[in-house]
């Protein structure tokens, strides 16, 4: 195989693994994202690359964001959101934190391909996407072509953008819009 040939297997992967999302999951996340004050934002790894993406999104939308332990990031209140990426739902860091915002009151949504992990028992709305955990291959998972949790984050970013399309769309933005919140130093 070649480079292209591998581009159009984990397309075909990605295809596939779309076709089991649960859109009542996604509805529900979005949900919870227009109804509160401030949204943090937290992933370990590439999946932390991934949802960095989507907090600015969101932020071009027009939603008060911070991503978690950024110096500028504002003390959290109930009524506020966290939203974790996790493949495994079980990342040290990412359990604390999951554990700390639930103890505040703070509600937590997590997009993994765990939903009965760790941070999921935190969660208030969980967005399954399906791909393999590190290290993790059963008859189930076994088809999956990519090392690692590459389907899942992969899987997420587009996602992410999904739900900013959506996003767009009920709250009537444009790219026009948004760009007048795009950063003008950079």
Do not use: C, W
């Not at 159009?8 to 004050?37: W, Y």
Request: proline share 2%; aromatic share 6%.
């Amino acid at each position: 195989m070649g480079v292209r040939e591998n581009t159009f297997s984990i397309l075909r992967e990605l295809e596939q693994n779309t076709s089991k999302i649960d859109s009542t999951q996604a509805e529900q996340l979005i949900l919870l994202i227009r109804s509160t004050k401030h949204i943090f934002l937290q992933g370990a790894g590439r999946s932390g690359i991934a949802i960095r993406g989507f907090a600015n999104r969101l932020m071009h939308l027009g939603f008060s964001v911070s991503m978690v332990g950024e110096i500028s990031s504002p003390h959290t209140r109930p009524g506020d959101l966290v939203i974790i990426g996790s493949g495994s739902g079980e990342t040290s860091s990412l359990k604390s934190l999951a554990q700390r915002a639930h103890e505040s009151g703070v509600d937590v949504a997590l997009v993994t391909m765990k939903k009965d992990s760790t941070i999921g028992q935190f969660a208030k709305s969980i967005l399954v996407l399906p791909g393999t955990v590190k290290g993790e291959i059963d008859d189930e998972t076994a088809a999956f072509s990519q090392p690692m949790g590459s389907a899942f984050e992969q899987l997420s970013f587009i996602v992410y953008d999904a739900i900013i399309l959506e996003l767009m769309t009920q709250l009537g933005e444009t790219s026009e819009s948004m760009f007048r919140r795009h950063a003008d130093l950079e």
